[in-house]
Nanobody, 125 residues
Framework: QVQLVESGGGLVQPGGSLRLSCTASGDISLINTMAWYRQAPGKQRELVAT???????TYLDSLRGRFTVSRDNAKNTMYLHMYNLEPEDTAVYYC???????????????????WGQGTQVTVSE
């Protein structure tokens, strides 16, 4: 089994930045692909960014350039750097991970087995 724990959320003003972390523990061999999702109030969950075991990344088109996903395999941790945040970025952000033969294409990503509990990001004055 794998446990995922997100951290780094909080309240930030428009234009500000945050870095989210997702740390995996347990049987790490069950993970090669990781991703960030978010769910805003009253909206469906949407895929924000993905990263393969080799470090290839992909993004929701509307977020490209403002969000950057990375991972430190030595620390079993994935990050999401978010810049120039907007009120529309307010959501609960979730980490998703598992083992997949994943092409690295945004459109090809399918939800994997393991989920974190989520971390709230609120962008407001």
């Amino acid at each position: 089994q794998v446990q995922l724990v997100e951290s780094g959320g909080g309240l930030v003003q428009p234009g500000g930045s945050l870095r989210l972390s997702c740390t995996a523990s347990g049987d790490i061999s069950l993970i090669n692909t990781m991703a960030w999702y978010r769910q805003a109030p009253g909206k469906q969950r949407e895929l924000v960014a993905t990263i393969t075991g080799g470090g290839d990344t992909t993004y929701l088109d509307s977020l490209r350039g403002r969000f950057t996903v990375s991972r430190d395999n030595a620390k079993n941790t994935m990050y999401l750097h978010m810049y120039n945040l907007e009120p529309e970025d307010t959501a609960v952000y979730y980490c998703n991970a598992g083992w997949a033969h994943y092409s690295g294409s945004y459109a090809d990503y399918r939800e994997l087995k393991y989920w974190g509990q989520g971390t709230q990001v609120t962008v407001s004055e």
